[in-house]
């Protein structure tokens, strides 16, 4: 069985690790020319799902490496005022198990950890064209004029998917009227100022008037400016990172993250085409009333950073006939940040995916069938998440709303700090919250064994 994965994304690599472990001959075709290319976004939250599949996927010392690369874990989620106000704060619970955990991790590490050891596996400067099926084999075709043949095609090409254009005309995304400003600055003595302790130490989200929210995340991570391990840090964990090649590709340090976002009629018309400087000043003119230290943070942000998201979702639909091609991750059900969760939900598409392969390089399902049950399962929990992410963001919500939008934000604001004051409240919301990130706790082990013998 020879397996073409297009794109080089989190679903696409974590996929690849299992495939190879299980000796299933697998290529990953990844457009980027270089390891290094692309900025892949800033902070990503691995919950207890994502954690437990890629610790059935990764090699054993390569998922150590993975939780040696997080970063510090948050003690607190907050909800603030543009004032820097308090509105709702949880205590987030202490880190204990390796996989049993939340994760702060950044993108272009989580890449770099997920390149490691995929040298013979991953070929770059690989831009997909389109496929074309013939009986029991599928090729695909690349813009450098190559090509490539196997058994099984998978789009991992994220959420712009030309697979699933040619594939699946009929899937949709859609906007979900929404923009978002992202930008990062590094952690000095003067922004780590900036941000009220429980901000600095935890996540914490700015809801303000007008339909504006700013998410806030601080990274600090067990190596310095030079890329050389912290002190105190010592034991196997420096072990870990000194032997890691990955950090010579990984210009990760600590930093400040924020992500500013509105209805797309309250950005500038061009607001996709600007970048830059160009980007901070919208988010200046966007603040005024806000808190001195918050527009601070978004001055200070390093202009190369910047950059405009806008945000899609899919639109579910039926299931389709399976056939040699398939698709995990953002190309089939792209979801918005709302409930912070795509990315585990791609990988939970690659251990449920491998689980299926490997029966079939063991002879006990043929390859159709074991696709078709894969995807049986995906399209299920897969366009749930994209519903409920979408429920938690977009401009339909009565927040945006120019009259009622203040009355909305005030009922909430009252209600979150109502409950900031009633214990047994907040500890039911508090597990409530916790509960949805890693639901699928029966569903993702999954035990790797090497190919019979004769096969």
């Known amino acids: ?88 704060s949880f205590d987030l619970p202490e880190s204990t198990d390796p996989v049993e955990s939340e994760k702060s991790i950044s993108r272009m590490t989580l890449r770099q950890v997920l390149l490691t050891g995929l040298d013979d ?25 190559t090509q490539a043949t196997g058994d099984l095609l998978i789009a991992a090409d994220g959420s712009g998917s030309r697979v699933r254009r040619q594939y699946l005309p009929q899937a949709k995304t859609e906007e979900t009227g929404i923009i978002a400003i992202a930008g990062k600055l590094p952690i000095t003595a003067e922004s780590a100022k900036l941000v009220p302790p429980k901000a600095f130490e935890g996540i914490s989200m700015v809801n303000a008037p007008h339909g504006l929210a700013c998410i806030l995340h601080v ?128 990988l939970r598409d690659a251990v449920n995916l491998c689980r299926r392969l490997i029966e079939v390089r063991d002879g006990r399902q043929e390859l159709i069938p074991a696709v078709r049950t894969y995807e049986a399962k995906m399209i299920e929990y897969g366009f749930d998440a994209v519903l409920k992410s979408r429920a938690q963001m977009t401009s339909d919500d009565p927040v945006y709303k120019p009259v009622i939008g203040r009355l909305a934000l005030a009922g909430m604001r009252t209600a979150m700090r109502t409950v900031n004051h009633l214990p047994p409240v907040k500890r039911r919301m508090h597990n409530s919250m916790l509960a949805y990130r890693g639901a699928d706790r029966d569903n993702l082990a999954l035990e790797i064994s090497p190919a019979p013998t004769g096969r």
């Open 1 to 88: 069985m020879k397996v073409l994965v297009i794109g080089g994304g989190t679903g696409g690599l974590a996929l690849a690790h299992g495939l190879k472990r299980a000796g299933v001959g697998v290529t990953v075709f990844e457009r980027d020319a270089l390891r290094t290319d692309g900025l892949h976004g800033y902070r990503v939250g691995i919950d207890p799902d994502g954690s437990r599949a890629l610790h059935a996927l990764l090699p054993a010392d390569l998922y150590d490496t993975f939780v040696a690369t997080k970063a510090r874990d948050p003690k607190y989620f907050n909800m603030l005022t543009e004032d820097l106000k308090e509105v709702l």
């Open 121 to 145: 596996v991953v070929e770059f400067g690989k831009e997909f064209t389109r496929f074309e099926q013939h009986g029991d084999q599928v090729t695909a075709y690349f813009a450098d004029g």
């Open 219 to 346: 990274m600090e991570f067990q190596w310095d400016r030079d890329g050389n391990v912290k002190s105190g840090i010592g034991g196997n964990t420096e072990e870990l990172i000194r032997r890691w090649p990955g950090l010579q590709f990984d210009n990760t340090r600590d930093y400040i993250n924020w992500g500013l976002s509105a209805t797309k009629d309250t950005m500038p018309g061009n607001i996709m085409e600007l970048r830059g400087q160009e980007l901070i000043d919208v988010a200046l003119r966007l603040t005024p009333d806000w808190h001195p230290n918050l527009r601070r943070l978004f001055a200070l942000a390093d202009p190369g950073t910047c950059f405009p998201v806008n945000i899609w979702t899919s639109v579910p639909l039926e299931p389709w006939q399976t056939t040699n091609v398939t698709l995990l991750g953002d190309a089939i059900h792209t979801m918005t940040p709302g409930r912070g969760v795509g990315a585990n939900t791609a």
